[in-house]
Each structure stands twice: as structure tokens, then as C-alpha cells.
């Protein structure tokens, strides 16, 4: 009985090795992978949004992002949205002290900060303006 209880996990530990067999190929695939989407992203213009669930103009701005006019340009950007009262490390990287806050940078330099709400129609002439 003694050799079954320590058979039993060796049997189900070379079995699940034998179905889910990792190799050190697929991991430096995975890394060769991840390391060219950093280095994509680098290349993108970033668009940084910071904003507030209880802010009444980050809610406007995050209704405008919806707009398929403002979306289609969003898609050519790399966009990213973060809440102050969550991404911390973020806020102070940044110096966010005011929101809503629009940043936008181009290989990883600081570019054209906005504070405040932005109009579609504003919002849209930025945006096409942007050539990546």
C-alpha cells in the first residue's frame, strides 16, 4: 500500500510531462516573439490617457474613444488608457496631477501633453495629424 501512495503522484507526474511536453525551443520562440511586439510598439506613436471613474470630463472622453471616427484613428496608435486611482506607478512616472490628461509620444519620447477634455472635432485633427 506504501509503494501504491508513491507510485501514484510519479505515474501522474511523468504523465502529465509526457501530454504537456515544454521545450526550450518554444520558449525562446515565445521571447524572440514578445521582444518584437515591444519593439513594434516602440516604433507606434503611443497615445497615453489618464482619467478618473469619478471624473465627469474622463467620462465624455472615454464615450468619444467609442466614436467610430475617433476609434478608427485610435487603431492606428498605440493607445493606452490609465486610471489614476489604480495605476500609480503610472501617474507618477507621467506627473499626472489633473484629469483628464492626454499624452503623446513617438519612441518613447515625450511629445504633446493636453490637460483637460478634448472635442471630437479637435480630438480628430490631432489625431490625423499624427503620420507613423
Do not use: H
Not at 513594434?40 to 478618473?52: I, N, P, R, S
Not at 484613428?73 to 490628461?101: C, G, S, W
Amino acid at each position: 500500500m506504501k509503494s501504491f501512495k508513491l507510485l501514484l503522484p510519479l505515474l501522474l507526474l511523468i504523465s502529465f510531462l509526457i501530454i504537456n511536453p515544454s521545450t526550450k525551443n518554444d520558449l525562446e520562440i515565445k521571447r524572440v516573439v514578445l521582444q518584437q511586439q515591444k519593439q513594434d510598439e516602440v516604433k507606434k506613436t503611443q497615445m497615453l490617457y489618464f482619467g478618473a471613474t469619478w471624473c465627469s470630463p474622463c467620462k465624455k472622453m472615454k464615450q468619444l474613444f467609442k466614436d467610430p471616427e475617433v476609434k478608427k484613428e485610435l487603431d492606428r496608435l498605440d493607445f493606452r488608457m490609465y486610471d489614476i486611482d489604480i495605476d500609480n506607478e503610472m501617474k507618477r512616472k507621467y506627473n499626472i496631477t489633473k484629469v483628464p490628461t492626454t499624452i503623446f509620444q513617438a519612441e518613447g519620447k515625450m511629445g504633446t501633453r493636453y490637460t483637460g477634455s478634448i472635442p471630437k472635432s479637435q480630438l480628430l485633427q490631432i489625431l490625423r495629424s499624427i503620420k507613423d
